[in-house]
């Protein structure tokens, strides 16, 4: 029997997918505690700056730029002891930093846009995009756990945003990463699809749901997919992931085998979720379905998740 554990395209499915193009060099192994404060003192730094779910991005003869320098980020009240650093780049360092500016007072050379449509809209590269998904995720963390979790008391940043350290009690907390499963369930013929209630009109997605402590991948896609559908799914497989900075999750796509066809759709959940066969799939995410009908936009793993079953046949 041939070996086959590395027999896959050289590029893998997550590639592919909003938010994932990320090309910083971390260097987690070297993160002193004045790492920020050194990389803002390289003239070649670069900031992205982030307010309230929102990037700022520089407007010029119609092309966004999201990359500031430390002396241009003053006028826009940022906190640079509040900012990260995310690695380094061929170009320099690369930070993220939360500004205090609201986006009614910005410059018209500036415009604030909430990080999902920036990768909706494909505003920035792929690169950027993928330090965004970085520089969100850390800074959301830090604005939600600026106390010590074990004594209440406020805790200090450390190694350049990746660890809090509680001068009270010494113990130490690192970011988070929230991982959810999102998955296809699907036949030869025809797929499931639901739809959340807060989705956009039309739209079907893939069902998904927290990975829940002492569960694994496989075993969080059956649950879920029981629990929203009703239908019991027999083999698992991995397909992809994709970072999702909302506020920091790693979205992990499956494919499910359905073992039985009658839905039992949770309507506190899903709006509605039923079967979609194969060419009716491939007018929606074309956009030319009947009845107006659609699948996720292009970024998210759903619509890849969707699309490669589509041209499985």
């Not at 700022?56 to 006028?75: C, H, I, R, T």
Request: overall charge negative; some cysteine; proline content about 6%.
């Amino acid at each position: 029997m041939s070996f086959r554990l590395f027999d896959a395209p050289l590029r893998e499915p997550s590639q592919f997918v909003g938010f994932a193009g990320n090309q910083i060099d971390r260097q987690s192994e070297n993160r002193a505690d004045d790492a920020v404060e050194k990389a803002l003192t390289d003239q070649t730094a670069r900031l992205l700056l982030m307010h309230a779910g929102r990037l700022y991005l520089k407007l010029d003869d119609g092309k966004f730029d999201p990359w500031f320098k430390e002396d241009e980020s003053q006028a826009f009240e940022v906190s640079l002891d509040h900012g990260v650093l995310l690695g380094h780049s061929d170009d320099g360092p690369v930070l993220a930093v939360p500004a205090g500016v609201e986006p009614e007072k910005l410059p018209e050379t500036i415009k604030a846009i909430d990080y999902r449509s920036v990768y909706m809209q494909g505003l920035i590269d792929e690169a950027a995009a993928g330090a965004l998904a970085q520089g969100a995720a850390l800074l959301a963390w830090h604005a939600s756990h600026a106390f010590c979790s074990k004594c209440g008391n406020r805790s200090e940043m450390r190694a350049g945003g990746y660890r809090r350290h509680c001068p009270a009690c010494g113990t130490d907390h690192f970011p988070r990463t929230d991982p959810v499963a999102i998955m296809l369930t699907a036949t030869r013929e025809k797929c499931l699809l639901g739809r959340g209630r807060h989705f956009a009109p039309g739209m079907y997605s893939a069902l998904a749901g927290f990975i829940e402590p002492g569960e694994t991948i496989e075993a969080a896609v059956r649950r879920e997919t029981l629990e929203e559908a009703g239908i019991r799914l027999g083999r698992v497989v991995y397909y992809a992931s994709q970072p999702w900075p909302f506020p920091y999750s790693l979205m992990i796509g499956c494919f499910g085998e359905p073992l039985n066809e009658d839905i039992q759709a949770d309507l506190n959940e899903l709006e509605d979720c039923r079967w979609f066969l194969r060419d009716e799939v491939r007018a929606m995410l074309d956009r030319q379905h009947a009845d107006g009908l659609i699948t996720p936009p292009k970024g998210a793993i759903a619509h890849h998740l969707i699309r490669a079953w589509v041209d499985s046949e």
